[in-house]
């Protein structure tokens, strides 16, 4: 049975999954255009797959149609510069699909590369040349760094209408008191996938396992604050965990959580007996682990996935999740810098 496009408002989405799910239906859905939903007889019924990608494409369209915009408006390509510091391998991978990413929607950018031994100073010497240099929308540091630098310090010397990570601390108050602002791009990526897939937050329970100041405290900040403030939240009743949270006392926050989002960086720590019926699950973990055996390095996020899948309601996958909506955030938040520099 497939339900066309004009029948999936957020409200009638709830309504559908909660339909299928009464007739023992077995859902899928194609969030990136929402042409329809597919409904089969199924005699068990997993948690619908929220695409990351599908949903980064949506946010791609939006972003090429705004830089697009602002050069038929006779102004600069929005630009984007990342510094890089030394050689890690899955650094590497994130500056250049970020630089990619950028090429495809239209917006230039610059990796600056520097060795792992280069001093603070020297760091702190070329983020301020960067500051100011008026064809530079946008300027991130990649993170980790070496651990002979401050990244505190590094953070908080991008100029706070270029962090484009949402890192400096003028931007990290904003959030906190419901301010505009450059929020940190993977709690605006875990925000939005909420938002787009029209899950409810208003009211309800949940737990964020994690309480990074880059990662969980904004996400928590976002789903707690007032919908009705200057930068709208969600309304939710918010707890947080960690890793230092005793597994008993995690698994009782776990199942009382209408959503659950992990974020700790502790391989399927989330499992199917912490997650009650119909949970929404977003795994913002990214952990690599070699497989016995063949010594492959695999991905795998917070959460075991293939058990909670059987038991939530939604959940999204590592990898395909919230890293490619976390990207397109990073573009959006550039082009947003570009917009507020033409307004000053």
Request: aromatic share 4%; proline share 5%.
């Amino acid at each position: 049975m497939a339900i066309p496009a004009t029948y999936c408002s957020p409200l009638k989405i709830r309504g559908l999954f909660q339909f299928c799910y009464r007739t023992k239906l077995q859902m899928t859905w194609n969030i990136a255009d929402r042409r329809e939903f597919s409904c089969s007889v199924a005699t068990s019924y997993p948690a619908a797959v929220l695409s990351g990608t599908a949903i980064a494409r949506q946010i791609h369209k939006e972003i090429q149609a705004s830089v697009e915009q602002l050069v038929a408006q006779g102004n600069r390509r929005p630009h984007l510069a990342v510094i890089l510091v030394g050689d890690d391998p899955a650094s590497r991978v994130y500056v250049r699909n970020k630089t990619r990413a950028a090429s495809l929607l239209g917006i230039s950018s610059s990796a600056l590369l520097r060795p792992a031994g280069v001093s603070q100073a020297e760091l702190l010497d070329l983020i301020d040349q960067m500051n100011r240099d008026w064809r530079v929308s946008g300027l991130l540091v990649q993170l980790p760094l070496p651990g002979h630098i401050n990244e505190r310090a590094v953070c908080n010397a991008i100029a706070p209408e270029k962090d484009v990570d949402g890192f400096h601390i003028v931007n990290i108050g904003k959030l906190v008191l419901d301010q505009r602002t450059m929020v940190p791009a993977t709690p605006a990526a875990v925000w939005e996938i909420i938002k787009r897939t029209g899950i409810e937050t208003v009211g309800k329970n949940v737990l964020v396992v994690g309480r990074s100041k880059n990662v969980g405290m904004p996400i928590a900040m976002l789903l707690h604050s007032d919908r009705n403030h200057e930068r709208p939240g969600g309304d939710a009743t918010v707890t947080i965990a960690h890793r230092c949270t005793p597994r008993d006392q995690l698994a009782h926050h776990c199942r009382l959580a209408d959503i659950v989002i992990a974020a700790a960086g502790v391989p399927q720590l989330i499992t199917a007996d912490m997650v009650k019926e119909g949970a929404v699950v977003i795994d913002v973990g990214i952990n690599r682990i070699h497989e016995t055996g063949s010594g492959r390095i695999r991905l795998v996020g917070d959460v075991d996935f293939e058990g909670v899948q059987q038991k939530a309601g939604f959940i999204t996958p590592v990898p395909g999740g919230v890293g490619p909506v976390t990207i397109a955030m990073v573009m959006k938040n550039t082009v947003t810098a570009a917009r507020n520099a033409l307004a000053h």
